[in-house]
């Protein structure tokens, strides 16, 4: 078993940075590959970026790709996303998620660990 903790989030205008943190507990961290989705309301949750346990491969869903950053420190036990240039449509809540195994899938259904979220909005 792992917990997560997500903290970070909050209400910025758009074009500004948030830096999302994912703080982990239980079991090894560092064996884990760490992900981020996001859900606004009435939509479906979806990938956002994701980090291997090894080697620090990264995946980004396109709407991320060069504004947002997926970090880890494994010795702190801690995951970090990074969102710059932010847009209105990235208000959602950001969940942090944890998978066994290396792969850093884009599909919430291969995580088994969830955080509670942290909401993030972006203003106009």
């Known amino acids: 078993q792992v917990q997560l903790v997500e903290s970070g989030g909050g209400l910025v205008q758009a074009g500004g940075s948030l830096r999302l943190s994912c703080a982990a507990s239980g079991r090894t961290f560092s064996s884990y590959t760490m992900g981020w989705f996001r859900q606004a309301p009435g939509k479906e949750r979806e990938f956002v970026a994701a980090?291997?346990?090894?080697?620090?491969?990264?995946s980004y869903a396109d709407s991320a790709k060069g504004r947002f950053t997926i970090s880890r420190d494994n010795a702190k036990n801690t995951v970090f996303l990074q969102m710059n240039s932010l847009k209105p449509e990235d208000t959602a809540v950001y969940y942090c998620?944890?998978?066994?195994?290396?792969?850093?899938?884009?599909?919430?259904?291969?995580?088994?660990?969830w955080g509670q979220g942290t909401q993030v909005t972006v203003s106009s």
């Open positions: 980090i291997s346990w090894v080697g620090g491969r990264t």
């Open positions: 998620a944890a998978r066994t195994g290396w792969s850093t899938s884009v599909s919430r259904v291969d995580y088994a660990y």
